[in-house]
């Protein structure tokens, strides 16, 4: 079992950076494979960003491919996301995911627990 909780959203100009967190509770994060997900008014869930349970390979959406970077400390059980160059288009619900898994997955359904969610707003 595994506990995932987001924080670290809020709203930013366009062109600015947000750090997003994910505190991991329960036992062996580090067996765990990562991702972020976002979900936009209207729209479904989709993969932005995803990384190994060692974070030695990582793999990006190609609307954010060069502008966020994901990484994880698996001694202190965070994953992150550093979001620069933000744009409108970014404007979602961003949620954090794990699996069992030592390699990474991009589809939602692959995935075994969930966040909560942390609201990023890029205004224009």
């Known amino acids: 079992q595994l506990q995932l909780s987001e924080s670290g959203g809020r709203l930013v100009q366009t062109g600015g950076s947000l750090r997003l967190s994910c505190a991991a509770s329960?036992?062996?994060?580090?067996?765990?494979?990562m991702g972020w997900f976002r979900q936009a008014p209207g729209r479904e869930r989709e993969f932005v960003a995803a990384?190994?349970?060692?974070?030695?390979?990582?793999h990006y959406a190609d609307s954010v491919q060069g502008r966020f970077a994901i990484s994880r400390d698996n001694a202190q059980n965070i994953l992150y996301l550093q979001m620069n160059n933000l744009k409108p288009d970014d404007t979602a619900v961003y949620y954090c995911?794990?699996?069992?898994?030592?390699?990474?997955?991009?589809?939602?359904?692959?995935?075994?627990?969930w966040g909560q969610g942390t609201q990023v707003t890029v205004s224009s």
């Open positions: 995911a794990a699996v069992l898994s030592t390699w990474y997955y991009t589809g939602t359904h692959n995935y075994d627990y």
């Open positions: 329960g036992r062996d994060f580090s067996s765990y494979a």
């Open positions: 990384i190994t349970w060692s974070g030695s390979n990582s």
